[in-house]
């Protein structure tokens, strides 16, 4: 579920998201439980609220949010995993509290950094101080499943700091780490700025021992790389972000968010108000979708797949496809990768190896051709 406010516009953020001031926020909630209650299925087996920053709205608005979306779903007994995204100004330990008797069981809050000045750049309105607080506040609350999303190789940033940080993050037990370098997303301030010559990001040298030292730091605290950029010990994984990389069925609720079902890809309006309009007129909120055949599926799955650490097993993706020729032609784009040690094959299954692990993004597309 989508919720698109927050407390102002990260500038490397290209996710559909406002700023809350002035917005019709009850409104919103409103037509969030009406294409629930219209799209959502009964029973799903996880749940997962982001945006945007959902910890924004109030406790009044996220109790008739949740309340609602039981009453539509059943969530609560169904659900094996229900997660809400917060950002470290808009959670305490009341509303963690709140969140905890609501049936959210796992929170995800974002840190992004550990410094001050990177923070700033960010145009992040909380500071560091600001996250730890939180983090104690939901542990406080009743939390125990904490996810905590960084930002790495910001520019500036270095490993000698990095060794610091990171650890110190570690020490407060979170059971979840997502850690991502930093991406120049088109439309977005920080691509502006380094088209403008107003930033410079980090060499590709550099980018790559960040990416090598988040691993090893994670593995020696006990994190497995379950995916390329999310950590977690066993047992831990998000399992709503596993269904994702396993190209499995979601539905989508709220404006931009994305739906995958029986093979047809569909995402809402990415805006607010035509969003809304649709909703309320009792109109599709759709505003593009697309069906595959069974090439565009067998070649998405590679995509998606090779990002864990699990890799794929061919023969299943091309049941899951529907792919029944005797060629396979994601394993013909495969074995130049295994040849050149990009790859590599463990039991049956093809995943990315050490060397090709920090090439995932541009090995994976290659299946999509």
Same mark, same amino acid.
């Given at each position: 579920?989508?919720?698109?406010?927050?407390?102002?516009?990260?500038?490397?953020?290209?996710f559909y998201s406002i700023?809350?001031?002035?917005?019709?926020? *009850?409104?919103?909630?409103?037509?969030?439980?009406?294409?629930?209650?219209?799209?959502?299925?009964?029973?799903?087996?996880?749940?997962?609220?982001?945006?945007?920053?959902?910890?924004?709205?109030?406790?009044?608005?996220?109790?008739?949010?949740?309340?609602?979306l039981e009453s539509i779903?059943?969530?609560?007994? &169904?659900?094996?995993?229900?997660?809400?995204?917060?950002?470290?100004? $808009?959670?305490?330990?009341?509303?963690?509290?709140?969140?905890?008797?609501?049936?959210?069981?796992?929170? $995800?809050?974002?840190?992004?950094?550990?410094?001050?000045?990177?923070?700033?750049?960010?145009?992040?309105?909380?500071?560091?101080?600001?996250?730890?607080?939180?983090?104690?506040?939901?542990?406080?609350?009743?939390?125990?499943?904490?996810?905590? *999303?960084?930002?790495?190789?910001?520019?500036?940033?270095?490993?000698?700091?990095?060794?610091?940080?990171?650890?110190?993050?570690?020490?407060?037990?979170?059971?979840?780490?997502?850690?991502?370098?930093?991406?120049?997303?088109?439309?977005?301030?920080? $691509?502006?700025?380094?088209?403008?010559?107003?930033?410079?990001?980090?060499?590709?040298?550099?980018?790559?021992?960040?990416?090598?030292?988040?691993?090893?730091?994670?593995?020696?605290?006990?994190?497995? &790389?379950?995916e390329v950029s999310n950590?977690?010990? #066993?047992?831990?994984?998000?399992?709503?972000?596993?269904?994702?990389?396993?190209?499995?069925?979601?539905?989508?609720?709220?404006?931009?968010?994305?739906?995958?079902?029986?093979?047809?890809?569909?995402?809402?309006? #990415?805006? !607010?108000?035509?969003?809304?309009?649709?909703?309320?007129?009792?109109? $599709?909120?759709?505003?593009?979708?697309?069906?595959?055949?069974?090439?565009?599926?067998?070649?998405?799955?590679?995509?998606?797949? !090779?990002?864990?650490?699990?890799?794929?097993?061919?023969?299943?993706?091309?049941?899951?496809?529907?792919?029944?020729?005797?060629?396979?032609? %994601?394993?013909?784009?495969?074995?130049?990768?295994?040849?050149?040690? !990009?790859?590599?094959?463990?039991?049956?299954?093809?995943?990315?190896? %050490? %060397?090709?692990?920090?090439? %995932?993004?541009?090995?994976?597309?290659?299946?999509?051709?």
């Open positions: 579920m989508h919720l698109p406010f927050c407390a102002a516009k990260c500038h490397y953020c290209d700023a809350a001031e002035g917005q019709d926020v *009850d409104g919103t909630v409103d037509a969030v439980l009406l294409e629930a209650a219209r799209r959502a299925p009964r029973a799903p087996r996880t749940v997962f609220f982001g945006g945007g920053t959902p910890s924004l709205l109030s406790i009044e608005q996220l109790t008739r949010l949740l309340d609602g779903t059943g969530f609560r007994e &169904s659900s094996v995993e229900t997660t809400l995204e917060s950002n470290p100004e $808009s959670m305490d330990r009341e509303k963690a509290e709140a969140l905890r008797a609501l049936g959210v069981g796992r929170l $995800s809050i974002g840190f992004q950094s550990l410094e001050p000045a990177t923070l700033e750049l960010f145009g992040r309105v909380h500071g560091v101080e600001d996250s730890f607080r939180a983090f104690e506040a939901a542990r406080a609350g009743g939390f125990e499943e904490i996810n905590v *999303d960084l930002i790495y190789a910001a520019p500036g940033h270095s490993p000698e700091r990095w060794a610091v940080d990171l650890p110190h993050v570690l020490a407060l037990g979170p059971r979840h780490v997502s850690a991502y370098a930093l991406a120049f997303e088109e439309e977005t301030l920080f $691509s502006k700025w380094l088209a403008e010559g107003r930033l410079e990001a980090q060499p590709e040298e550099r980018e790559l021992e960040l990416f090598e030292q988040t691993h090893a730091i994670l593995a020696a605290h006990g994190f497995d &790389s379950y950590f977690a010990p #066993k047992g831990h994984e998000c399992r709503h972000n596993l269904n994702y990389w396993a190209n499995g069925a979601y539905c989508g609720i709220g404006p931009s968010a994305v739906s995958h079902i029986a093979g047809r890809r569909a995402g809402n309006h #990415k805006a !607010l108000a035509p969003w809304r309009k649709a909703v309320q007129a009792g109109k $599709s909120a759709e505003a593009w979708d697309e069906r595959l055949d069974p090439r565009g599926r067998l070649g998405e799955s590679w995509w998606l797949g !090779l990002r864990l650490r699990a890799g794929v097993d061919p023969a299943a993706l091309r049941e899951l496809a529907g792919w029944t020729a005797p060629e396979d032609p %994601a394993l013909a784009v495969a074995r130049p990768l295994l040849e050149e040690g !990009l790859l590599e094959e463990v039991d049956g299954r093809i995943r990315l190896s %050490a %060397a090709g692990l920090p090439l %995932a993004d541009a090995i994976s597309l290659a299946f999509l051709a």
